[in-house]
């Protein structure tokens, strides 16, 4: 890298005061990523205004070799948003381009800036009878380019599937400041590669999200919330295909959750309030939606689908949501597990994905094996049962500090779920990215031919390993850094 001085001059004349600066104050709070595994430093925060900006300031920092880690709401959960401890690292933040630039209702479209944030989407395409079919708990933070980055998931990816089926369009700067611009939806393209696709789960590494394309759907009418109750995971999975049969494309989510889940989420909350009265080894949260020519029938073909659900043995109890504030009680004590967890002690999460017909089996296997090999915590699971993703925590032993549990027990454990994942065909970061807490994982466990392929595509668009170094991929000796 030239004179960090030389850079920051040309940058400060490029993006203005607004655009960059190196006011601790400013730059502090975005240098710790979401948990709070990592903290890093930064040569300054950049904060361009446009996609010309953009493209500017990445031409100038590959002109003086300066790294770049792009950065949306900080939400994520791998640490790959997050620079290194170096402080010669250039933090761009997304977030001053947040506008939506446009909403055809007709097309049932929209084109966003990467820093436009989630919640906003969800409001404005409600406003204009759409919505946008995917949320997640932080989206009041996420921003569009960080889920584009990450490929993000939440619960309602069992019917409209993860951010790459929702993306129709990019523009994205690459690592020598050209603009790709494919914002433009086609149904039929077959003008060779999808590049859109090479970007999408990229974390930052390939090109810089700066707008994208996204698919609307039609709002929904009215919605049922169920929660139940069933002793065995394998009977979760059950009454998966049967509400699957029945529902059809009305069913929107189907979360799973275990008895101790809950009883911290209960003991988290105020004034939070189980929805059955009786225990319950584990709990299911389903979710079916109806448009305007269905709302009428909704409540009717919710009750026919638990009735035969009771009579096929399936279900213990079942409370149906009676309005929207009680289906909304329903989603935040699922949306509450992690919170709950962090508040009562150290715990290693690991975002895992199986076929989804093994999930319940792996399940039953793993728990009690990670139990046995590490005695002293506690495996729990839940999550998205219906698309074969769950969030498999393993809380610590009383009395361990976080940092102490991560440096040593916490490792060892995380590397023994993941070879059982591993061996079960799944993978090790089924919604949240590799960023920086996975990547020797996925160097270790990952396929080799498709790690030689990443690699050869990483070099071939950023050659010079500007693009958030140290995340998502280990490249050769000479570029351990990129």
Not at 46 to 54: H, I, K, R, Y
Not at 104 to 112: H, L, S
Request: aromatic content about 4%.
């Amino acid at each position: 890298m030239d004179t960090p001085a030389a850079f920051l001059e040309e940058a400060a004349a490029l993006l203005g005061p607004r655009g960059l600066t190196q006011d601790p104050d400013l730059v502090e709070p975005w240098l710790t990523d979401w948990r709070g595994r990592y903290h890093g430093a930064a040569l300054a925060l950049a904060s361009p205004a446009s996609t010309d900006e953009v493209a500017a300031l990445v031409k100038l920092c590959a002109r003086h070799g300066v790294a770049i880690v792009p950065q949306g709401g900080n939400s994520g959960m791998s640490g790959g948003a997050t620079p290194d401890e170096s402080g010669s690292q250039l933090l761009l933040s997304l977030r001053r381009m947040n506008s939506l630039r446009r909403l055809d209702v007709a097309g049932r479209q929209a084109v966003c800036d990467a820093g436009f944030i989630l919640e906003n989407l969800h409001n404005a395409a409600e406003a204009q009878g759409l919505r946008f079919p995917l949320t997640l708990g932080g989206k009041g933070s996420a921003t569009i380019g960080g889920l584009i980055s990450t490929n993000a998931g939440g619960t309602q990816v069992i019917r409209h599937g993860s951010m790459r089926a929702l993306v129709l369009g990019i523009e994205a700067v690459l690592a020598d400041g050209t603009v790709f611009d494919a914002l433009t939806p086609l149904k039929k393209d077959n003008r060779g590669f999808d590049l859109k696709q090479l970007l999408i789960g990229s974390e930052g590494t390939l090109g810089i999200v700066t707008a994208a394309t996204l698919r609307l759907v039609p709002a929904v009418a009215d919605r049922i919330v169920v929660w139940a109750g069933m002793p065995d995971l394998h009977i979760a999975r059950a009454l998966l295909l049967h509400c699957e049969d029945i529902a059809g494309d009305s069913l929107e989510g189907f979360e799973v959750l275990q008895a101790t889940s809950l009883r911290a989420v209960l003991d988290h909350l105020p004034d939070a309030r189980a929805p059955l009265q009786g225990e319950h080894a584990w709990h299911v949260l389903i979710e079916v939606v109806a448009e305007r020519d269905e709302a009428d029938s909704l409540q009717d073909r919710v009750e026919a689908m638990i009735a035969s659900a009771f009579d096929a043995g399936l279900i213990e109890d079942a409370v149906l949501s009676a309005n929207e504030s009680q289906a909304r009680a329903f989603w935040l004590l699922r949306d509450s597990i992690a919170p709950a967890e962090r508040a009562k002690g150290a715990a290693v999460q690991h975002d895992v994905s199986v076929p989804v017909e093994k999930m319940p089996a792996f399940v039953h296997h793993a728990v009690p094996l990670v139990e046995a090999e590490f005695p002293g915590v506690h495996a729990l699971a839940f999550g998205h049962l219906g698309d074969g993703n769950v969030h498999f925590h393993v809380l610590a032993p009383a009395g361990i500090s976080q940092r102490d549990y991560d440096s040593d027990l916490g490792a060892r454990v995380s590397a023994r779920v993941h070879d059982l994942v591993t061996e079960w065909g799944g993978s090790i970061s089924a919604e949240h990215g590799i960023g920086r807490s996975k990547r020797a994982e996925l160097e270790r466990l990952g396929d080799p031919v498709s790690l030689a392929m990443m690699r050869q595509v990483k070099r071939a668009l950023d050659p010079a390993g500007i693009l958030n170094p140290g995340k998502l991929l280990t490249l050769a000796p000479d570029r351990a850094n990129a």
